[in-house]
């Protein structure tokens, strides 16, 4: 599956609307921003965002990418490189 | 070096869904889960191991300046549960930490401290707040003689003589709270710890 990266970031999007906290963080979600800095997703909620990209995109996030999921750059970068196999 | 972590256990009940396929395996390690699932209360044995992980967390990352998403790498270790007192240990990422947890119909509240450390004596406040930085400022500690700031980006509680110590806070719901350090160290301007108790800062609920 071959997915540019304003795709996924379209995805990370709609995965994390039900749980951000600031909207204003949330219309201009771009790659710099910080999942519970900015997005103020509750921590206990993260493990949401990480199960939500686990079934949309059909791949299994490891204990070791799994900490660095702490922004959306972050977690285009683990996406991409799950779906390309690695 | 000292942690908290409050939950609000009526938010963390509509907000997060821990029986969800999956959750508890990225969460919590093996000896954890099996707390859980032999738990009277499993409800209770989240909130409870959950703190315990975000405490260390906050002395992790106070001490290495690094963030990361691993809940995992700290295992919680209820060792002795007195009512709604609870006391332990934690470990993970090379360090051990001792806990002192408190359990209300509302919340749960836990404290992590480096060892040397007696958790359960450090000066603790649990506010019911409007979630606002100025609700803070007036820790109440002290009869109201400190006042909370950060240094760095990090908080800190400050005395009139100008001597701060380590604090941390943590919000969640309806509540506040902040743990601090017995020792105030290190002098601070008085100047600047004036400037945080100006009347404007002075606190009183339902003023403007």
Redesign the interface.
């Known amino acids: 599956m071959q997915m540019d990266r304003t795709t996924l970031l379209a995805t990370i999007r709609e995965v994390v609307t039900p749980y951000a906290k600031n909207q204003e963080a949330l219309q201009q979600l771009n790659e710099d921003t910080d999942f519970i800095k900015d997005l103020k997703i509750n921590s206990a909620n993260l493990v949401d965002v990480i199960l939500d990209v686990e079934e949309k995109f059909n791949i299994i996030i490891d204990n070791e990418s799994m900490e660095k999921m702490i922004n959306v750059k972050a977690a285009i970068d683990i996406v991409e490189s799950k779906l390309a196999g690695s | 070096m000292t942690g908290n972590d409050i939950i609000d256990l009526q938010l963390?009940a509509t907000?997060?869904?821990?029986r969800?396929?999956?959750?508890l395996e990225?969460?919590f390690t093996p000896a954890e889960q099996e707390l859980i699932t032999a738990a009277t209360d499993p409800d209770v044995m989240v909130w409870l191991l959950?703190s315990g992980k975000?405490a260390a967390y906050k002395i992790f990352n106070r001490v290495s300046r690094q963030?990361?998403?691993?809940?995992?790498?700290w295992e919680v270790t209820p060792l002795v549960w007195q009512k709604d007192q609870i006391s332990g240990s934690i470990k993970g990422a090379g360090a051990s930490y001792a806990f002192s947890s408190k359990l209300t119909a509302g919340y749960i509240h836990t404290v992590a401290a480096v060892s040397g450390i007696n958790p359960a004596v450090l000066p603790v406040r649990i506010m019911l707040a409007a979630a606002d930085d100025a609700c803070l400022r007036h820790t109440g500690f002290m009869n109201h003689q400190e006042s909370l700031r950060k240094e760095e980006g990090l908080p800190v509680v400050m005395n009139r003589a100008g001597h701060s110590c380590i604090a941390s806070i943590s919000h969640?719901g309806r509540y506040w709270s902040v743990v601090r350090m017995q020792q105030h160290q290190g002098a601070v301007s008085i100047k600047s710890f004036m400037a945080v108790t100006s009347p404007g800062f002075s606190g009183s609920a339902g003023r403007p």
């Open positions: 963390a907000e997060s869904n821990w969800r396929k999956g959750y990225k969460v959950w975000e963030r990361i998403y691993a809940p995992q790498k969640h």
